[in-house]
Nanobody, 118 residues
Framework: QVQLVESGGGLVQPGGSLRLSCAASGSIFSRNAMGWYRRVPGKQRELVARITNGDSPDYPDSVKGRFTISRDNAKNTVYLQMNSLKPEDTAVYYC????????????WGQGTQVTVSS
């Protein structure tokens, strides 16, 4: 079973910021590109940020300029700095390798809830 522990979520007002952290087991983190994903009930999980093992980031247009992904290879940890949050960013956020594994529970962590609301 994979080991992925996401943290840092919470309730924040529109325009606010949060920093998510994800501690991953070495078998997932090592030499893999890593991604942050989010899921809203009733919708498919979507990629919101990706970073290669060489620290090259990539973002979809929906979060570009607002979200920043980074990784600490020594700590097997990936971060997501989220600024200028919008209500539509509300979701459960997960991290995993990129491309992601199948949507099977044992391949994913518990995620961390982010709620953007006034």
């Amino acid at each position: 079973q994979v080991q992925l522990v996401e943290s840092g979520g919470g309730l924040v007002q529109p325009g606010g910021s949060l920093r998510l952290s994800c501690a991953a087991s070495g078998s997932i983190f090592s030499r893999n590109a890593m991604g942050w994903y989010r899921r809203v009930p009733g919708k498919q999980r979507e990629l919101v940020a990706r970073i290669t093992n060489g620290d090259s980031p990539d973002y979809p247009d929906s979060v570009k300029g607002r979200f920043t992904i980074s990784r600490d290879n020594a700590k097997n940890t990936v971060y997501l700095q989220m600024n200028s949050l919008k209500p539509e960013d509300t979701a459960v956020y997960y991290c995993n390798k990129s491309p992601p594994p199948p949507p099977i529970r044992s391949y994913w962590g518990q995620g961390t809830q982010v709620t953007v609301s006034s």
